[in-house]
């Protein structure tokens, strides 16, 4: 039973380009939620997808966006990446029961912006 | 908005020695759920709490949700150096989205 995986594991991009992370969820979950993780920070919530449709969404620039496909897996989408947008971003994937259900985190993304 | 804080932010304790980290929300949450994140790595879900004033225990550890259900702990009983790592507490308010605190960075020195 396959947990969270996302790809690529590293990342290094230069500022104004564009970056597509990926994620495959736990098998059996449903929802998929996007964190972003600065050096020395606690994870920043960025959005959730549940059926294919983006259901909330943290304090994020319309930059970032994603995308979740038929078989669950997600896209994060950031556009004319900025130095701050340096940072760990992970993946968390769990089952829609209502409020608060408990999220499985993948080993995320390092993205390094220059 | 929610927010979620955590004392001590650092804490260095000698092998054996009890730790202890605080959580405080802004606002009352639906749940509380932890998180150890070890340097280099992702957070590992450890518990959720639900009900006001409940406590739960897993072997050296001992969680706790406040009876208003705007704070939490986490107590490490007789510390290892496998305990070593940032522990997050996450709540939320309503809705799917989790806010993370700010985390307790633990060091355990032989």
């Known amino acids: 039973d396959a947990g969270v995986t996302q790809s690529p594991t590293h990342l290094i991009k230069t500022r104004g380009q564009q970056v597509t992370l990926r994620c495959s969820p736990k098998s059996g979950h449903d929802t998929v939620s996007w964190y972003q993780q600065a050096l020395g920070q606690g994870p920043q919530f960025i959005f959730q997808?549940?059926?294919?449709?983006?259901?909330q969404r943290g304090n994020f620039p319309d930059r970032f966006s994603g995308h979740q496909f038929p078989n669950y897996s997600s896209e994060l989408n950031v556009n004319a990446l900025l130095l701050g947008d340096s940072a760990l971003y992970l993946c968390a994937s769990s089952l829609l029961r209502g409020k608060g259900e408990t999220q499985y985190f993948g080993p995320g993304t390092r993205l390094l912006v220059l | 908005g929610q927010q979620v804080m955590q004392i001590p932010q650092y804490q260095h304790v000698q092998e054996g020695e009890d730790f202890t980290t605080y959580c405080n929300s802004s606002?009352?949450?639906?749940?509380i759920q932890w998180y150890k994140q070890r340097p280099g790595g992702h957070p590992v879900f450890l518990i959720q709490l639900v009900k006001s004033g409940e406590v739960k225990k897993q072997k050296r550890l001992t969680f706790q949700f406040g009876e208003a259900k705007k704070n939490s702990s986490l107590h490490i009983t007789a510390t290892q150096t496998t305990d070593v790592g940032t522990y997050f507490c996450a709540g939320t308010g309503g809705g799917n989205k989790l806010t993370f605190g700010t985390g307790t960075q633990l060091k355990v020195e032989l």
């Open positions: 606002t009352t949450l639906s749940n």
């Open positions: 997808y549940y059926e294919e449709e983006e259901r």
